[in-house]
């Protein structure tokens, strides 16, 4: 993994807005440089710092409610255009129909803790490319946009392979209401051994996977 690749990944799984991370990078970028150009090799600098996801966390840890707040802010607009994409997909007949979101914890339709053990669980089958178990958990409009086989070679054309899952990061669940139709939304940031990949799902009423994003 070259210098750039791993602050990149570093970057992905803070919980800052983007100028902070944009600032942590460069950080790491000239630290990771020093410690080269001093004679340290570029794999032990990088054992040194831990995988992504624990160097991340140890950034994470440390900054106050104020950024917390100025991040969430910012992931939630980040958020609104990533659900508008998915829902115009599915439902273009009402893509110009704006959805109304709600905080899920007081859903009367969606339980936030099966939501995000359903994400959860669908995440590991596509992890383990188990793409018919996907398959199987869709809904009726779903199936006609997604099947095991683009599952499959949506999978392939990563940049690389995932390598094996190694934790799962903080899970942000909400609530969308459309032509009178709910849905429940998770995305989280998983980090796998080679890279960290950022799933959006989406489920309708009936717990029905309804959208299935990767990035």
Known sequence: MTAERYTKEVGRLLRCRT???KEIRNQLLSEINSAVAGGEALDDVLKRMGIPWD???RYNDQFDKVERKAAKRERVLKIWGIVLLVI???????YWNLPKWGEISESTVFSEERVCAEAQEIIRLYSD????AVTARMNDDMKQVLNAATLQYMKSQMKEEFGELLAFGNLYASEAKQNGRYYAMVQVSVSYANM???YTITFDADMKLAGFYIK
């Open 19 to 21: 100028s902070k991370k």
């Open 55 to 57: 160097c991340a966390s």
């Open 88 to 94: 115009a997909v599915l439902f273009a007949a009402v």
């Open 129 to 132: 490319n188990d793409f018919e």
């Open 196 to 198: 960290s990949v950022v």
